[in-house]
């Protein structure tokens, strides 16, 4: 069974500090990685994608990957209320041949507090 | 913007009855995903297709049915709704590069059984 894990919060941090959303998965075979956004009652928004080892930002985001560690993480610098939603953690994991399935963790709450 | 759309919005439907999801996606992308989700629950993966003719069940048992005649047309069928059908019912689809590409969601459909 391909896992994603994800710490289900919920994850207070006041605003202006940073935001650390962790995540594991089981597949070694694993080659993508996503962070999805989701706001209470809509559905997931794709905000970073990571394919190789180490950081890879984008305005406020930073995404972290370590394969060895079978791990990504997602930091968001200077929180703001705005940013208070449910975070999931995706990944590309090999369903046999050429095709992949994604798999989603259970997402972890984010609350930013003014 | 991703160009993936879902039809209707909200259902309201009695118990008994046929029901079609519709999704659609002008992207060009191979692989579409129909996933399940409960308010404040976590996203669960019930059908999925690599490309024309070919699905595959998720990782939770469903009593729908989908078929994928056209790239990008990916209805659901739901042949005689329950109440414990209720749900939000969301479609996705991701590119042609194995392995390397995002998913992207449409606007989901809420279901409510009576």
């Known amino acids: 069974q391909k896992e994603v894990e994800q710490n289900s919060g919920p994850l207070s941090v006041p605003e202006g500090a940073i935001a650390s959303l962790n995540c594991t998965y089981s597949?070694?075979?694993?080659?993508?990685f996503f962070w999805y956004r989701q706001y209470s009652g809509k559905s997931p928004e794709l905000i970073m994608s990571?394919?190789?080892?180490g950081d890879k930002e984008d305005g406020r985001f930073t995404a972290q990957l370590n394969k060895a560690s079978q791990y990504v993480s997602l930091l968001i610098r200077d929180s703001q209320p705005s940013d208070s939603a449910t975070y999931l953690c995706a990944v590309n994991s090999d369903s046999g041949g050429s095709n992949y399935k994604l798999t989603f963790g259970k997402g972890t709450l984010l609350t930013v507090n003014p | 913007e991703a160009d993936i759309y879902q039809t209707p919005r909200y259902l309201v439907i009695g118990t008994g009855k046929k029901i079609t999801l519709e999704c659609s996606q002008t992207?060009?992308?191979?692989?579409m995903y129909w996933y399940q989700q409960d308010p404040g629950m976590e996203l669960h993966l019930i059908h999925y297709?690599?490309?024309?003719?070919?699905?595959e069940k998720g990782d939770l048992s469903s009593e729908s049915t989908v078929s994928r005649i056209r790239t990008e047309h990916f209805p659901l069928t739901l042949e005689s709704a329950r109440p414990s059908h209720t749900s939000q019912y969301l479609c996705a689809s991701s590119g042609l590069l194995m392995g390397g590409s995002e998913a992207f969601f449409g606007q989901g459909t809420r279901l409510t059984v009576v």
């Open positions: 992207m060009g992308h191979d692989k």
């Open positions: 297709s690599y490309g024309v003719n070919s699905t």
């Open positions: 990571i394919y190789s080892n």
């Open positions: 597949d070694r075979g694993s080659q993508s």
